[in-house]
């Protein structure tokens, strides 16, 4: 009887382990299932790499002006004053002031005037915009790019003459420029790329014969 007993006990001893042994190495399949994706999604990152353009910025301050020197050029990065004619500097450490850089004077609503040193070649992303009160600023005689959305909402803004250094001018420029009569374009080989000029209700283009800017200004019923 107790030896019946002691077999039938060993019998469930048995058939418990095994079964045990079974859910444990079904939790390790399991497991190794379950975070198999998890490690092809860290090889993935592991050999990401960030887009070309990234870089670190050292940005310093002098008086109303954020600014970077980058490459042999002073990029204004922001206007800290609240001043109505700001005019701004030729130089910082001496080095030049060639651009203004992106949304330096954005919706900087007192301003009414800007005077650029001739050193400046790029007027930046959004640079003026939603300044609503800017009614004249200088453009360089070298200046070389007008870049999206710059003067984006400058409705006092009525006239502009972009000089024959002027290789682009990108989209939205002017769009909202709701002010602006008169636009000037010294070069002929500049290309129009939607510059936001359709919905100005009072604007006249001058552009030089034969070029893309007045085929379009004259298809568009604004050619001067």
């Known amino acids: 009887m107790k030896r019946t007993f002691l077999i039938a006990l060993l019998a469930v001893f048995t058939a418990v382990s095994v079964g045990c042994s079974d859910k444990v ?18 090889t993935e990152l592991d050999t990401y790499e960030p887009l070309a353009t990234v870089r670190e910025r050292n940005i310093e301050e002098n008086g ?20 109505a004619n700001v005019e701004l500097p030729a130089e910082m450490e001496g080095v030049p002031v060639c651009e203004v850089g992106f949304y330096c004077f954005e919706a ?15 007027i930046g992303e ?13 453009i360089p005689a070298n200046l070389k790019e007008v870049q999206r959305g710059a003067f984006v909402g400058c ?21 909202g ?5 008169s636009l000037t374009i010294m070069n002929p080989d500049l290309a129009y790329e939607s510059w936001g000029l359709e919905d100005l209700p ?19 019923g604004k050619l001067g």
Not at 126 to 138: E, K, P, V, Y
Not at 208 to 216: Q, T, Y
């Open 202 to 220: 009072n604007l006249v283009v001058y552009a030089p014969a034969g070029s893309a800017v007045e085929a379009w200004a004259s298809q568009m």
């Open 126 to 138: 959004g640079a003026f915009m939603d300044c609503a009160s800017l009614s004249q600023i200088n």
């Open 25 to 42: 190495e079904n939790t390790a399949s399991e497991s190794v299932i379950e975070t198999q994706p998890e490690t092809e999604a860290a």
């Open 64 to 83: 109303d002006f954020d600014y970077e020197i980058y490459e042999g050029r002073t990029i204004i990065t922001k206007y800290n004053g609240n001043a």
């Open 155 to 175: 409705i006092s803004l009525s006239e502009m003459t972009l000089p024959s250094t002027v290789t682009r001018v990108q989209e939205e420029a002017f769009t």
């Open 108 to 122: 900087n609503y007192q301003l009414e005037s800007v005077t650029l040193p001739e050193t400046v070649d790029i």
């Open 177 to 181: 420029c709701e002010g602006m009569y």
